[in-house]
């Protein structure tokens, strides 16, 4: 996305279709991931992409995961900021917010001061392009809904309103939760641990302890959580 500054709406909806995958499973599980950003989602060798960085992962406690303000500024719903606490809805804003930069190459709200950025988050409404179809209007409309309850995927079948709506209404959702599906672009790999992908600034940052020392703070099925002085994560087995 860095390189080609935003995607067809076909490519974002491969995408988006997958991270919506990935959090309707978190959801199931009752954890909220919070923290929905480009920067936390990678692309596998066959094309396919991969949720990381649960740090700021919550699980639900009647509804709500947390009270104050986490994540990424530009990505933050408008009920983080009510002090009332925030839930699923949260993640379901963040989609909208990763479909809209996918799209644009820029989150729907933008400023370099702080409190600015917040009042627009709060107050305004996205500017969305003329080359936008109608169906991802209407769907990114719903999804930045500044009231959770009422925002899409809230309903009574929850995340199945949004494979429903028409924007995805090509998506084969069997075949691509297989990875049945052709990937719009599936990366050159020269051996199995080739970092060529990645972006130098991170290469060259040295291995901080970001997660909680204690597993029970995420615990899913299919995971091991690995902590130790020089290291700490949540990483799948397989």
């Keep these: 996305l860095g390189k080609q500054n935003f995607?067809?709406?076909?490519?974002?909806?491969?995408?988006?279709?997958?991270?919506?995958l990935a959090l309707e499973y978190l959801h199931t599980k009752?954890?909220?991931?919070?923290?929905?950003?480009?920067?936390n989602i990678l692309i596998d060798s066959n094309g396919y992409i991969k949720l990381t960085d649960f740090g700021l992962s919550r699980r639900l406690k009647n509804g709500i995961a947390g009270h104050n303000p986490s994540g990424t500024l530009e990505y933050m719903s408008p009920e983080m900021f009510s002090g009332n606490g925030y839930g699923i809805a949260t993640?379901?804003?963040?989609?909208?917010?990763?479909?809209?930069?996918m799209i644009t190459g820029n989150p729907p709200f933008r400023s370099q001061n702080q409190e600015k950025l917040i009042d627009k988050i709060l107050t305004q409404?996205?500017?969305?392009?003329?080359?936008?179809?109608?169906?991802?209007?209407?769907?990114?409309k719903k999804l930045l809904n500044k009231d959770p309850k009422s925002r899409l995927g809230?309903?009574?079948?929850?995340?199945?309103?949004?494979?429903?709506?028409?924007?995805?209404?090509?998506?084969?959702?069997n075949l691509l939760v297989k990875q049945k599906l052709k990937a719009p672009f599936v990366p050159e790999l020269r051996y199995e641990a080739d970092l060529s992908h990645?972006?130098?600034?991170?290469?060259?940052k040295s291995l901080e302890c970001l997660t909680p020392k204690s597993s029970k703070t995420f615990e899913?099925?299919?995971?091991?959580?690995?902590?130790?002085?020089k290291k700490s994560y949540t990483?799948?087995?397989f």
């Excluded at 909806?13 to 997958?18: M, P």
């Excluded at 990645?198 to 060259?204: G, I, R, V």
């Excluded at 099925?221 to 902590?227: R, Y």
Aim: charged content about 20%; aromatic content about 18%.
């Design 7 to 20: 995607f067809t709406e076909e490519v974002a909806r491969f995408y988006a279709a997958q991270v919506l």
């Design 30 to 39: 009752n954890y909220v991931y919070i923290d929905l950003k480009p920067e």
């Design 91 to 101: 993640d379901w804003y963040a989609l909208g917010c990763l479909i809209f930069e």
């Design 125 to 140: 409404e996205p500017n969305f392009p003329t080359n936008m179809s109608k169906s991802l209007i209407d769907l990114l």
């Design 154 to 173: 809230m309903g009574k079948t929850g995340p199945a309103e949004i494979k429903s709506h028409p924007w995805f209404s090509g998506v084969r959702w």
């Design 198 to 204: 990645f972006d130098s600034c991170f290469k060259n």
């Design 220 to 229: 899913l099925p299919g995971f091991e959580f690995c902590c130790s002085p």
């Design 235 to 237: 990483k799948p087995v």
